[in-house]
Nanobody
Framework: QVQLVESGGGLVQPGGSLRLSCSVSGIIFSSNALGWYRQAPGRQREMVAGISSGGSTVYGGDAADRFTISRDNAKNTVYLQMNNLKPTDTAVYYC????????????????WGQGTQVTVSS
């Protein structure tokens, strides 16, 4: 069973940057697509970014303008570099993995990790 440990969140001022990391175990990392998602209070979880096993990427909303997803197969880790953060980016951020890219894009997972809190505020 996949195990996910997200880290790197915190409190940052508007316009600042953060890099989130997600350590993944329990699967053949290099063969899986990976995604980052977020859930703000009172809102549904939404996909932020996805990356296929081959390195193709997809972004949700305006993330493509400010966020970059990447993966390190040697470290079994997926990253989300977030720049020019806005208060509307405040949310708990989660990662997940699946052998099907379509599942990563849809975000239709049965289980999630604990996530990492990102708060953007002055």
């Amino acid at each position: 069973q996949v195990q996910l440990v997200e880290s790197g969140g915190g409190l940052v001022q508007p316009g600042g940057s953060l890099r989130l990391s997600c350590s993944v175990s329990g699967i053949i990392f290099s063969s899986n697509a990976l995604g980052w998602y977020r859930q703000a209070p009172g809102r549904q979880r939404e996909m932020v970014a996805g990356i296929s096993s081959g390195g193709s990427t997809v972004y949700g909303g305006d993330a493509a303008d400010r966020f970059t997803i990447s993966r390190d197969n040697a470290k079994n880790t997926v990253y989300l570099q977030m720049n020019n953060l806005k208060p509307t980016d405040t949310a708990v951020y989660y990662c997940n993995a699946d052998k099907f890219y379509s599942t990563v894009v849809s975000g239709n997972f049965g289980s999630w990790g604990q996530g990492t809190q990102v708060t953007v505020s002055s």
